[in-house]
């Protein structure tokens, strides 16, 4: 069972930061935050991780509370082809298994 | 994603055939998950697997579905006399072997879309 919980939608107008948030409030110490988007029907892309501290490149950045317990996907200027379906999801290094949640649908506008 | 070839794209089956998609992972990648995903649904998590070994299989249906990945070749998800109820997306993942803490990220395919008829 996913162990994240995420809005299950979003709208952001075009241009602007288009803010995620994720709570993983049971997220033990070894356990990394990853983010995936899935563009319509396509394969799930790779966003961005990290374990504890704030990570960025050239697609976003995370910020992780200092308690670990939630975390926010940043994509500082949203564009169109932004829309997707973002998946917080969070991974250990025993088993290295990824569960799914329902996601939150980003809609960018005009 | 790119890297992770799954094959074939689109699959057609009648009721009471088998299924075989297949899921070459990036090179040097030893670690496989399976994914199924409903139209308008998320995606389930259904088995991992390194090379050899069935990691997790707790998404698995117990009948008719079965998955493996052998020493030599790629991962195949085998589903034999399909139902119209299995048709989906299903998805691959690969990723290397794990660093500590699970410090590396998982690519995925572009999916197989099965449809029975």
């Known amino acids: 069972d996913a162990k994240t919980t995420q809005p299950t939608s979003m709208d952001c107008a075009e241009g602007r930061a288009a803010n995620l948030p994720c709570n993983h409030s049971t997220i033990s110490g070894n356990e990394y935050v990853y983010w995936y988007r899935q563009i319509h029907s396509q394969g799930p892309q790779y966003i961005i991780h990290g374990l504890k501290n704030n990570e960025t490149n050239e697609m976003a950045s995370l910020i992780i509370t200092e308690d670990r317990k939630s975390s926010t996907l940043i994509l500082p200027h949203a564009t169109l082809r932004d829309t997707a379906v973002y998946y917080c999801?969070?991974?250990?290094?025993?088993?290295?298994?990824?569960?799914f949640g329902a996601g939150t649908r980003l809609t960018v506008k005009p | 994603n790119a890297g992770v070839m799954q094959n074939p794209r689109h699959l057609v089956r009648r009721r009471g055939q088998e299924a075989r998609l297949r899921c070459s992972p990036m090179?040097?990648?030893?670690?496989v998950y399976w994914y199924r995903q409903l139209p308008e649904e998320g995606l389930k998590f259904m088995v991992y697997l390194q090379k050899e070994n069935i990691i997790d299989e707790s998404g698995m249906p117990k009948e008719r579905f079965s998955a493996e990945f052998p020493k030599e070749g790629p991962s195949i998800l085998r589903i034999q006399q399909v139902v119209r109820g299995d048709s989906a997306a299903y998805f691959c993942a690969s990723s290397p072997i794990f660093g500590f803490g699970g410090d590396n990220e998982a690519f995925f395919g572009q999916g197989t879309r099965l449809t029975v008829v």
């Open positions: 999801i969070v991974r250990a290094g025993l088993n290295n298994d990824m569960r």
């Open positions: 090179k040097g990648h030893s670690h």
